[in-house]
Each structure stands twice: as structure tokens, then as C-alpha cells.
């Protein structure tokens, strides 16, 4: 058992031939690289529970490079993390029935705060969180003011609109730029619309540090699990990026 251990975590870290030699100096036991890959394509995971309830989660995208049929060249391909905040990681790889059961088998509470960017395949799968409770979605703070800035033009302009979003008005924001003309300021103008239920007063929910205004915390996950995926040349085979995954989640959780 202390000898799988050590291989797991290892190969959580490096790659597979980096942690063959890495178990090799540690242990004194020399095992091959291919050995250490059906190690982890074989393990079998269970999924962790939060054992305090859930009251922040935030679900975000990241990459993976994936090798394609033998002639063929590679390609990146998303999946998705979440991050139950104060508490666990998990991410999917064309799993997103797994990702929302994992979210909703945790201990929630009755009012769920979600945290995400723009894009509506994240609001897709938030849209099925805590289907026994309520949730709170909030836009995500600095995606928003992303948004805003790429409008452009002068601050006159994007400052007023910075304040009015930190609280939460839409529809005086968009006013702002009714006169505008650009194609910039139509386009924002619509994505505030779309996402107007979402973006909340930001202002009173940081101080009165009643939660999260920004989906750092799964940002930051994703970051973390890209260390081991996107190691320098590292491409991967559909079969076993679920398991590394798996893997790479277990060893940020503390779990392995």
C-alpha cells in the first residue's frame, strides 16, 4: 500500500517516467513507467463528500491536449472543475452529468451561491445545481469588468458604468451607452442584458462579506491540475484523461 501510495502521488506530480525514477530514489524499488500508467488507468476512485454544508460553488473550463489517430495531428479539448469553496476539487472530461451529480450529492445548503464567467456552458450545468434548494448566481466581478473595458473609448464613460455595475444597475448602465454608437458598446450592452440576473450588487455582498464576487477559487483550480495536463509535450489519450483527472484532483484534495 505504501508503495502504491507513494507511485500516485508521484505520478499526480510529474510524468510518467519522471515519477518512475522519482519512486526508484525514495523506495529502492525500481518500477517502469508503463507499469506506473495501468497503476493509475486502473485505480478505482471514490468521490469525496463535504462533510460541512456546501454554501459557495464555482465551475470554470480548462484545456487538454489530446493525441489524435495515428497520422493525425493533436487537439485541445475542454473540460470542466468546479470547486465546492472551504472545501473539495473534482473535474470532467465530457462528463457533465458526473460534475452535477458530484455537485448535488454534496451536503448543500439551502441556498447555494454559484459562481461563473460568461459562458453559457457553465450556466448550463449550474442551471442543474441544488434542484432541492435555491441558488444565487452572481456573474463573475472581473470577467464583468473584462467585459467592460474591451468597449473602450474613454473613461468619462467606463467609469460611471464600473460604479453603476459594483452595484448592480443594468439598466442605468446600458443607458450610459445607448448613445455610443459602436459596435463595442452593442455587444456589451447585450451581454449584461443576457446576464443582468446575474450580476448582483457586488458592492454590498464584499462588505458585508456575505460571499464570493469573483470565481477565483476555480480558476485557481483549474491552474493547479494544468500543471500536471500540460506538462512540456504532454498529449493524452481520450481513455485516460478522465483518470488523471481523477488523479490529479485526489492529490489537490489531500486525499491521496
Not at 43 to 53: G, V
Not at 138 to 155: A, P, Q, R, T, Y
Request: some cysteine.
Amino acid at each position: 500500500m505504501l508503495l502504491e501510495k507513494c507511485s500516485l502521488r508521484m505520478a499526480a506530480v510529474l510524468s510518467f517516467e519522471k515519477a518512475a525514477i522519482e519512486v526508484g530514489v525514495q523506495t529502492g524499488i525500481k518500477i517502469g513507467h508503463s507499469a506506473l500508467h495501468r497503476l493509475v488507468s486502473q485505480k478505482e476512485w471514490s468521490e469525496p463528500i463535504a462533510e460541512l454544508s456546501i454554501k459557495e460553488t464555482s465551475v470554470d473550463g480548462g484545456k487538454v491536449r489530446v493525441r489524435g489517430q495515428q497520422g493525425e495531428g493533436s487537439q485541445w479539448l475542454d473540460y470542466k472543475a468546479v470547486r465546492l469553496h472551504s472545501s473539495f476539487y473534482a473535474a470532467y472530461f465530457q462528463e457533465n452529468e458526473s460534475l452535477i451529480n458530484f455537485v448535488n450529492n454534496q451536503p448543500l445548503s439551502p441556498l447555494l451561491t454559484c459562481l461563473g464567467d460568461g459562458h453559457d456552458r457553465i450556466w448550463n450545468l449550474i442551471n442543474k445545481f441544488n434542484p432541492q434548494g435555491r441558488r444565487r448566481e452572481i456573474l463573475d466581478w472581473f470577467h464583468l469588468m473584462e467585459n467592460l473595458h474591451k468597449v473602450g473609448g474613454s473613461n468619462k464613460r467606463l467609469e460611471p458604468a464600473r460604479k453603476l455595475l459594483w452595484e448592480g444597475q443594468v439598466k442605468e448602465t446600458i443607458k450610459l451607452f445607448e448613445s455610443a454608437g459602436s459596435r463595442q458598446a452593442a455587444n456589451f450592452c447585450n451581454y449584461i442584458t443576457k446576464h443582468r440576473h446575474r450580476i448582483v450588487n457586488y458592492q454590498l455582498l464584499s462588505e458585508e462579506n456575505i460571499c464570493s464576487i469573483g470565481s477565483g477559487a476555480v480558476e485557481s483550480t483549474v491552474k493547479q491540475i494544468d500543471r500536471r495536463l500540460k506538462i512540456s509535450g504532454a498529449q493524452w489519450s481520450l481513455k485516460n484523461i478522465s483518470q488523471m483527472l481523477k488523479l490529479r484532483c485526489t492529490y489537490l484534495n489531500e486525499l491521496l
